[in-house]
């Protein structure tokens, strides 16, 4: 069975840094890519990033890029998401995605339960 866990969410101020965590389990986490979403209250999701099964091209929204750093372990069957220069737009839920394959050019098929990040003064 395929399980996604988010962790790492938070209350962080205006300017403050955050890391999320995201443990799979119930696949062969090296052979697909991976992405964060994110959906802030009353909105839609919100694509953040990106990255293939091997870690080494990723992809950022826009409204992120420079901000944000997405990685993975393959070894610890693990995906990150170093948040930095966080601004009060950045709140939202923040799902662990999932691809078809190891390409992000694919499909999601899995979502994690989500992580609540809350930029807040």
């Known amino acids: 069975e395929v399980q996604l866990v988010e962790s790492g969410g938070g209350l962080v101020q205006p300017g403050g840094s955050l890391r999320l965590s995201c443990a799979a389990s119930?696949?062969?986490?090296?052979?697909?890519?991976m992405s964060w979403v994110r959906q802030a209250s009353g909105k839609g999701f919100e694509w953040v990033s990106r990255?293939?099964?091997?870690?080494?091209?990723?992809r950022y929204a826009d409204s992120v890029k420079g901000r944000f750093t997405i990685s993975r372990d393959n070894a610890k069957n693990t995906l990150t998401l170093q948040m930095n220069s966080l601004k009060p737009e950045d709140t939202a839920v923040y799902y662990c995605?999932?691809?078809?394959?190891?390409?992000?050019?694919?499909?999601?098929?899995?979502w994690g339960p989500g992580t609540q990040v809350t930029v807040s003064s």
């Open positions: 119930g696949f062969t986490f090296s052979s697909y890519a």
């Open positions: 995605a999932k691809y078809s394959s190891g390409s992000y050019y694919s499909s999601t098929d899995y």
């Open positions: 990255i293939n099964n091997g870690g080494d091209s990723t």
